[in-house]
């Protein structure tokens, strides 16, 4: 069993919802990331995504695209990515880690050797954002080989035909993008999710998460109770690129713990 699904009934077991974090790696440093996954587990995580850093990161809005901005400044790669994962792994076998990112630098490393690393350094899934379902058997044949789950976004729009497919694909978890648009747009429409999410649950039998525009506790508390597991990104993406370097990994901290206090409320 996955660590990710073993997470996933462990929360169902105590009618919690999962917390799923997003950072970039390498941002604010590549020293300070494990610091910061850590300090995630430490104030509630259940499940990290971390980004891999790219120079057109298309879905993404501008606090996540400067947080790549940095990183890559700072020479961070996926191979770089994969070792800070090796590093997190000596103190913390269990939390589960999805890397999301794009197609381009993993197809530049080969989609075997890709898996193959992210098997031996302990990653848990991986979501591509440019790579839909119907291009995906390459990727998801090594993926599943080397036991890491593929991981799917859904929107919105997406019609029942894709939803079927990412049905049959998926493993881990389902993301579902909660708002048209990038990452930290627009203002959720609560409704709009609570018709959306029970139509998703007639195909899809995995753990359904719920990210885009999350940005304060009420409303990753009034997204918890329609799904099972919140996401949210670029309100912490942004609270790192405002803090120092001194103060980044306790602010980091003080405000998952708010959202994992708003989550657990019932």
Partial sequence: MSRIQTTFDKLKQHNRRALIPFITAGDPSPQLTVPLMHGLVESGAD??????????????????QRASER?????MSLRGVLD???EF???DNNTPVVLMGYGNPIEAMGWENFAKRCAEVGVDGVLTVDFPPEESHEAFE???????DPI?????????ARVARVAKLARGYVYYVSL???TGSGNLDLSAIAEKIPQLRK????????GFGIRDAATAQAVAKLCDGVVVGSRIVQEIENSTEQNVVANVAKLVKELRVAIDQK
């Fill in 203 to 210: 195909h899809i039998k995995l753990p359904i998460g719920v």
């Fill in 180 to 182: 048209k648009g990038v």
């Fill in 84 to 86: 800070l994962v090796a």
């Fill in 142 to 148: 090594h993926l599943q080989a080397h036991g890491i």
């Fill in 89 to 91: 792994r000596k103190r």
């Fill in 71 to 75: 990183a890559l400044k700072q020479g």
């Fill in 152 to 160: 799917f976004l859904l929107a919105p729009t997406t019609d029942d």
């Fill in 47 to 64: 499940v990290l995504e971390l980004g891999v850093p790219f120079s057109d990161p298309m879905a993404d809005g501008p606090v996540i």
